[in-house]
């Protein structure tokens, strides 16, 4: 967790960053970001985002066409990569083929001309920190995936950097094997205390891991929260889009009162939703309403007696049901949305639903949080819903 302690100032800053490749486009666009120290800090967005530039410049593998990046409080533009004191572990890992594992960590020490005693002693202390004492003498091919990537994470942490920097580490292992490394990174920086800078555009492992979630998009950090506000709480259409499953009504903010907007619908009828202004909240704004899929209840005949604790009831059509193991997504033609997603879990004691079947949902104002409106995804109508891009 970040340190907060005598020396609470951020390890890293940036302020200002520009980053432009052909002198025209801004990759990344006046960027100001504070990192503390001890924190878990995750660049999370699509492809082009800017995340993976931000990671580059803070390395020194690029340079910002404009602002300042501190670390410790003293500028590190003009430093070289090697003089940052920053441990670096790649998505291909990036280990030297003809050398040991214990080749491998020694290396970053060797360069730092630390003497043959004091090499040995921080190897084996790194190979046993990853639980791999006993591979010192093996090659990278002759490791597994999930062993070759334990290697790179210790070779970054070998001479205790300041920062640890990750790219993409996880992206070419297996399901199974990413997750069993995403508790195993998580349970290092919590044991060590270090800082931990990483990219990745796979929301989930950016919610298990993190202190922190930077979410770029077009170059532009859209909100900086902890994974549960970032989830719960977003503060734009595209961050609730982008973090997990999201149903989007679009409309117009009809009336503002007591903390809540009612919207209504573009649907064409008169469907109306009331619901919390996060970043909408004048009368006649256009809005997107986003309403996560397992915060709306599939109501039958017997729940008659609960839809007075539901500020919103509505009459939908299943267009789907789709098996996921621990729930069901069942898809409806809802409120002129085509695809508007409710997850069951299955254990919930409800009948077996069809194509076809009418059926009732309902959900709280507080789930449903009235943002900017953008457009909507083609083929949707102005009224449908957004699933995760990552």
Not at 184 to 201: A, P
Request: some cysteine.
């Amino acid at each position: 967790m970040p340190a907060d302690g005598p020396d609470a100032s951020p390890l890293v800053s940036f302020r200002g960053v520009q980053k432009t490749y052909d002198g025209d486009t801004l990759v990344v666009k006046g960027l100001d970001l504070d990192i503390a120290r001890g924190e878990f800090l995750t660049l999370l967005g699509p492809s082009g985002s800017g995340k993976t530039t931000c990671l580059m410049m803070l390395a020194g593998f690029e340079q910002p066409t404009a602002g300042d990046i501190l670390l410790d409080g003293d500028p590190i533009t003009a430093l070289p990569p090697h003089k940052r004191d920053i441990g670096m572990v790649f998505q291909n890992y990036a280990l030297f083929p003809h050398m040991t594992v214990a080749e491998n960590l020694a290396f970053p020490l060797r360069v730092r001309g630390m003497d043959k005693g004091e090499i040995d002693r921080k190897v084996a202390d790194a190979l046993a920190m990853v639980e791999l004492d006993e591979f010192g003498g093996r090659r990278p091919a002759q490791l597994s995936g999930g062993q070759q990537q334990r290697v790179a994470v210790a070779r970054a942490l070998v001479f205790e950097p300041k920062l640890v920097l990750m790219d993409e580490p996880l992206g070419a292992l297996d399901r199974l094997l990413r997750e069993q490394m995403q508790v195993e990174i998580k349970h290092l920086h919590e044991t060590l205390g270090i800082t931990i800078v990483y990219v990745t555009h796979d929301q989930g492992e950016a919610l298990t891991m993190s202190d922190r979630i930077a979410v770029f998009n077009d170059g532009v950090i859209q909100q900086v929260a902890p994974p549960t506000e970032l989830y719960e709480r977003p503060q734009n259409s595209f961050v609730a889009s982008f973090i997990g499953d999201s149903n989007r009504l679009a409309g117009r903010i009809k009336t503002v009162a007591d903390g809540r907007v009612t919207v209504a619908l573009d649907s064409g009828g008169n469907d109306l939703v009331t619901a919390l202004p996060v970043a909408a909240a004048a009368e006649g704004e256009r809005t997107l309403l986003s309403i996560r899929p397992e915060r709306v209840h599939l109501l039958d005949d017997a729940d008659d007696a609960d839809t007075g604790r539901l500020d919103n009831v509505f009459e939908g059509t299943v267009r789907e049901l789709i098996y996921f193991g621990d729930h069901r997504q069942v898809r409806l033609a809802l409120a002129g949305c085509d695809d508007f997603i409710v997850k069951v879990p299955n254990t919930a004691p409800r009948g077996l639903l069809a194509r076809g079947d009418r059926v009732r949902v309902g959900w709280k104002a507080e789930d449903a949080h009235a943002l900017d409106y953008m457009d909507m995804e083609p083929g949707l109508n102005g009224t449908g819903s957004a699933r995760s891009a990552a």
